[in-house]
T-cell receptor, first 110, second 112 residues
């Protein structure tokens, strides 16, 4: 039990739609990272937020965006969904050099 | 930029046998190394990590790993596996402990 929660657990969207995924931490850690894990692959770093500002970004297009709120909860927004966006999306909070992962949101794009 | 290669996509092994899951990394700077386990329909759980100090790192569930700088490897080992160890295992590298790069994963299947 990491204390990191994500919602929803599963989501089905249609190509071209927009989606918002949410992440929260019981401990209120001020650094959160988002990862995309396609089927059969390792997680790929999307971006990181620190104190409500983007603090690093992986090789993802601008239609992947995020927010971090004063209570350190976070959102991942994806616009203009594509079929290849189907994946497990993981958030992780950082505490004293260790990342704590949530259970993920399974997004299916049809 | 750092990267990780997990040399085996699948490792089948019988219960109570020893196992080694191989991981090689590349990085131009000092690195931190991690092994995570992922059970079906769950997130990632940290097994162990190397940040500095002793090159032999012990983790949870009886796993250990050895950091070998000259061979740029961080192989995961367990002397005797159980059925419950069946899962996906990911090696990861970071140069800042913030931004992790993961390998493609190794599927460990423990057979009775």
């Amino acid at each position: 039990e990491t204390g990191v929660t994500q919602s929803p657990t599963h989501l089905i969207k249609t190509r071209g739609q927009q989606v918002t995924l949410r992440c929260s931490s019981q401990s209120g850690h001020n650094t959160v990272s988002w990862y995309q894990q396609a089927l059969g692959q390792g997680p790929q770093f999307i971006f990181q937020y620190y104190r409500e500002e983007e603090n690093g970004r992986g090789n993802f297009p601008p239609r992947f965006s995020g927010l971090q709120f004063p209570n350190y909860s976070s959102e991942l927004n994806v616009n203009a969904l594509e079929l290849d966006d189907s994946a497990l999306y993981l958030c992780a909070t950082l505490d004293r050099g260790e990342q704590y992962f949530g259970p993920g949101t399974r997004l299916t794009v049809t | 930029a750092q990267s990780v290669t997990q040399l085996d996509s699948q490792v089948p092994v019988f219960e109570e046998a020893p196992v080694e899951l191989r991981c090689n990394y590349s990085s131009s700077v000092s690195v931190y190394l991690f092994w995570y386990v992922q059970y079906p329909n769950q997130g990632l759980q940290l097994l162990l990590k190397y940040l500095s100090g002793s090159t032999l790192v012990k983790g949870i569930n009886g796993f250990e790993a050895e950091f070998n700088k000259s061979q740029t490897s961080f192989h995961l080992r367990k002397p005797s596996v159980h059925i419950s160890d069946t899962a996906e295992y990911f090696c990861a590298v970071s140069d800042s402990r913030d931004d992790m790069r993961f390998g493609a994963g190794t599927r460990l299947t423990v057979k009775p």
